[in-house]
């Protein structure tokens, strides 16, 4: 089991180089879209196959596809470098290394102290999820429908004008 | 039945099963083609193929063959990768969605059970839902990659068509999923054997969800359809407006690629139009005692009704005539997503009630 974790956590982090280094954005959406597939793995991998199944469908399946059709509808091809700023130049190497820095530090200090213990499987069926949601964490499931229908309020909106 | 230890023992069988459903599987879309050349021709009082073999019987390997010859032809300026890429990537989805699909009952070598499916997740019919979801850039990346007018304009419809109907296919199960109270495609079954009893007596009426989610079941099967681009939604490939739509620059084993996984998404829609409404493998004389008889007519019923469903997709199309890109629009978002929504509120209503009293 460990290894096929390995195997897609090395994937996971060759295509997300692969979204930010390509310079077709057909190929980025793709990068991404095998970064989300090989996420929802890692999480089949760990016993939740909800959350994995989940994650397909909404980002993979869903989100992901508008993403190509814009850049299908927009023909976008190859992009052109525009001129680096200095400041960029100057700055982007230091506060990478700080950020990258910061999160080892985060995750270091959240690992318990065997870290080479595999997680043992959770139920994470859809029945417990859903229990969690409508009981525990039902005011900020509604408000989080609240804000998806504000955000589609908006959209619409915004549509209208164009019309 | 000690020769193999366990692990060894499941592998041997699961690769047995992938072998026997890929082979039927690809064996039943030839024959596919074949039916729906013969019946659509019947309807339009032809006779349809009959030169190879009796009654025509041998012309889905002359096409194979045929196919495997012809030229292949990429266009010059097309995205080499993602050209090549699209028609496998639509090949493996539509066959990867056979894996949690349970086409019959359960058999015994030794002290062992098997069960006539590769995987039983517990997520099986999200499975699906999120292998077909994927299904979408086989198709609209086979037309942009092609970089030639009308293919874009068949991938971008085809784009925007299954992200609409997407909704409500997804909104036409829920009903069934809140009656048996799983997403795994064996239990949903196991619970619609039998017969519905009312007040105590036997109606004789199947134990079928589809007696109690018939609204459900009609906001699937046209959602479904046009999710797998048939007629009357195959405004992807019209031929009239688009050539052949996203699939036109395509040609010899790449086209057929494309044309074998449209009939494998017609096989997956209608198993689990089967599993979902029609009560899967269950069926008249499954009380017999026989293990092995029983394995096999479960697998019986399971093909009939499969095998319905794909003639009433043939029918459909030598029925039918294509929509209007503004009518199938306004139809998916205007009709089938708020029927799919009130079936789903009804639905609620009525398990209150029912748990209730």
Redesign the interface.
């Known amino acids: 089991m460990p290894i096929l974790f390995y195997i897609f956590g090395a994937l996971v982090i060759l295509a997300a180089l692969g979204v930010v280094l390509q310079r077709t954005p ?1 190929y980025s959406a ?1 990068s991404l ?1 095998v970064v989300l ?1 090989a996420l929802a793995v890692e999480y089949l991998l760990l016993g939740a ?2 959350i994995a ?2 994650q ?2 909404v980002y ?3 989100i992901m ?2 993403f ?2 814009v850049i ?2 927009l ?1 976008a091809r190859r992009e052109v470098p525009s001129s680096r700023s200095r400041m960029a130049g100057w700055l982007g190497a230091p506060l990478l290394a700080a950020f990258l820095f910061e999160m080892l530090y985060a995750v270091w200090d959240y690992l318990p102290a065997e870290s080479a213990n595999w997680p043992a499987a959770r139920p994470a ?2 029945a417990p999820i859903g229990h969690l949601l409508f009981q525990n964490y039902v005011l900020p499931f509604e408000v989080t429908s609240v804000l998806v229908l504000v955000a589609v309020l908006g959209a619409v909106v915004l549509a209208k004008k164009e019309l | 039945m000690t020769i193999f230890s366990d692990p060894t023992f499941f592998l041997l069988v699961t690769l047995a099963k992938v072998a026997v459903i890929l082979f039927v599987l690809l064996t039943a879309i030839a024959y596919i083609t074949w039916l729906e050349r013969k019946v659509v021709a019947h309807i339009q009082s032809r006779w349809g193929p009959y030169r190879v073999g009796p009654h025509g019987l041998l012309q889905p390997m002359a096409d194979g063959i045929k196919f495997l010859f012809k030229e292949d032809i990429m266009p010059l300026e097309a995205d080499r990768l993602i050209y090549l890429l699209a028609p496998f990537l639509a090949f493996t989805l539509a066959f990867l969605s056979f894996a949690v699909v349970p086409f019959g009952g359960s058999f015994q070598i030794g002290s062992r059970t098997i069960f006539l499916q590769v995987t039983n997740l517990d997520v099986g019919l999200l499975f699906i839902f999120a292998v077909t979801s994927l299904g979408v850039y086989s198709i609209a990346l086979a037309g942009w990659s092609s970089n030639s007018k009308y293919p874009l304009f068949g991938g971008l419809r085809s784009s925007a068509q299954m992200i609409s109907y997407e909704l409500s296919l997804g909104l036409a199960v829920i009903g069934v999923i809140m009656f048996s109270g799983t997403l795994n495609l064996r239990d949903m079954v196991m619970a619609q054997q039998g017969t519905w009893h009312l007040h105590g007596t036997d109606t004789y009426i199947p134990h079928w969800n589809i007696f109690v989610q018939p609204i459900g079941f009609l906001v699937y099967f046209t959602a479904a359809i046009a999710e797998t681009n048939r007629v009357p939604f195959d405004l992807p490939e019209g031929e009239t407006e688009l050539v052949a739509g996203f699939h036109t620059e395509y040609s010899s084993l790449k086209f057929a690629m494309f044309f074998m996984s449209e009939y494998a998404n017609m096989i997956t829609v209608s198993c689990i139009a089967t599993l979902l409404f029609f009560g899967g493998w269950s069926g008249p004389g499954l009380g017999m005692t026989a293990p092995g008889a029983l394995a096999l007519l479960s697998i019986f019923w399971f093909a009939a009704k499969v095998f319905l469903f794909l003639f009433f997709y043939i029918w459909m199309r030598g029925t039918l005539p294509r929509f209007r890109y503004d009518q199938l629009m306004s139809f998916g978002w205007k009709v089938l997503l708020p029927v799919g929504f009130l079936n789903i509120l009804v639905t609620g209503f009525i398990l209150t009630w029912w748990t209730s009293s």
Do not use: K
């Open positions: 057909v793709l879209i597939c196959e909800f199944v989940i397909v469908i993979a399946g869903a596809v508008l190509v059709l299908m509808l023909n069926g859809p």
